[in-house]
């Protein structure tokens, strides 16, 4: 929660007083051109927000009351950049010739058809269209215009609640309307360390009750997780979400382990060393964090990704993250190279990098783990195929077999020049 003194201390001698001069020419620029086209243009959102606690947030985005399109294609000449449009929203992203991007939209009236539904959209004024977002710690603007800028919109009491330290809704169906806000109003909460007001908490837990996170696509659940797991307050925001039993919610079967904060670090010490260790290799970091959500059952598994849509890969990486904690018990100490390849190299690297760094793992299995992911699956068989056919033998279902013997005596070192090989295979055939 934020002092009196230290918010004073943030909007004197001026509210862009922490911004870079970067930053803040761009804005003055974007202002001057909101002139020169006789348009009121305002900085809004999580910006301002962040900008009013001391946090840094590049992610720009602008509001005017007129035509956001024509004003980004406008601009985006003159910066010499280049534009996307999304017509369909009245939305646009300016691209700038040094890669940084700034978003445009119109201000807007939002109503839903019906509870879940996306938005219906009409052209308003930025009063109306500070009135329809989720909080009001998000409901703030600055005006960019030269002869006001800086000048702070706050029509939600927005000021108040940032200060103050509350995470509260503009109205009393918000989380009917848009039942993604739960998960937002909860990883706000955990972001800055605030606190849901009362009532909402309540109407959270009556929107739950209604069903209607049932009404939302999976996509749309998943998204929200998605962003919860790039927070750096995770642990803080899922133990929040078990309160409200969000994930029981979302689907019956979907149990979060009892242990999650310890996964979660581990998982984080599983990137870093993967990063130091395998830095040739392209690690899905965001499956080995979903990873520590997953369900202890394979059959629940496979339901909860159904529920939020993921993609076949990431699925195929969770369940083969719940099957290698089983198939890792027939490890032992005395295994042999091979042994651990045979075993290890069915599995995605993912499942092998989150299990790694998991608690409770005896000290013998987690340098096996780490021999086959730094050395042991990049070796390179002695013998191939091909050999096999110069040496004159016919293609059949034994090559396999064979190859496999000659390859797990190279991997236990029993054998380590092609001769050598050539010699065991002899043996062996």
């Known amino acids: 929660m934020l002092s009196p003194a230290y918010f004073q201390r943030m909007q004197a001698p001026s509210i862009f007083s922490k911004i870079s001069p970067p930053t803040l020419f761009l804005l003055q620029e974007i202002g001057k051109f909101g002139e020169k086209t006789a348009q009121s243009v305002y900085v809004v959102g999580g910006f301002v927000r962040d900008l009013l606690i001391g946090r840094e947030n590049l992610d720009i985005d602008i509001v005017l009351e007129g035509d956001a ?28 010739p040094d890669g940084s991007k700034v978003d445009f939209v119109s201000a807007r009236n939002e109503t839903y058809a019906r509870p879940g539904a996306l938005p219906s959209v009409r052209y308003s004024i930025i009063e109306a269209d500070l009135r329809r977002r989720d909080f009001s710690i998000n409901a703030l603007a600055i005006r960019l215009n030269p002869d006001a800028f800086g000048e702070l919109v706050d029509c939600t009491d927005g000021l108040r ?30 972001r800055y360390r605030f606190r849901i007001v009362e009532g909402d908490q309540q109407r959270i837990r009556e929107a739950i009750a209604q069903g209607v996170l049932d009404l939302i696509s999976g996509q749309r659940v998943r998204n929200e997780i998605d962003c919860i797991l790039s927070e750096v307050t995770v642990p803080r925001i899922i133990r929040r979400m078990l309160e409200f039993d969000l994930f029981r919610v979302v689907h019956p079967e979907w149990d979060i382990s009892p242990h999650f904060d310890a996964r979660w670090h581990a998982a984080q010490q599983a990137i870093d060393w993967a990063e130091q260790h395998l830095p040739n290799d392209q690690i899905d970091t965001a499956a080995i964090l979903w990873m520590t959500l997953r369900s202890t059952v394979c059959g629940a598994i496979k339901a909860v990704s159904d529920r939020l849509a993921l993609e076949n890969q990431l699925r195929e990486k969770l369940i083969a993250q719940a099957k290698l904690c089983s198939v890792l018990d027939t490890l032992s100490a005395s295994s042999t190279p091979s042994e651990v390849y045979r075993l290890l190299n069915p599995y995605p690297l993912e499942p092998l990098v989150f299990t790694l760094k998991q608690p409770n793992q005896p000290d013998w299995r987690i340098e096996k783990i780490q021999d086959y992911l730094i050395y042991l699956r990049g070796v390179q068989p002695l013998i191939t195929g091909d050999d096999l056919i110069q040496l004159g033998l016919k293609p059949s279902r034994a090559f396999a077999d064979v190859l496999w013997k000659v390859f797990a005596a190279q991997l236990d070192g029993k054998v380590s020049t092609k001769l050598e090989a050539c010699q065991l295979l002899e043996y062996k055939t």
Do not use: M, N
Request: net charge positive.
């Open 69 to 96: 399109v024509r004003f980004a294609d406008q601009l985006a000449e003159a910066w010499s950049g280049k534009v996307q449009v999304h017509c369909t929203f009245g939305t646009a992203t300016v691209i700038r």
């Open 161 to 190: 609640d940032l200060r103050a330290g509350h995470i509260r809704v503009l109205h009393d169906r918000s989380f009917i309307d848009d039942p993604t806000r739960i998960f937002r109003a909860i990883r706000y909460e955990g």
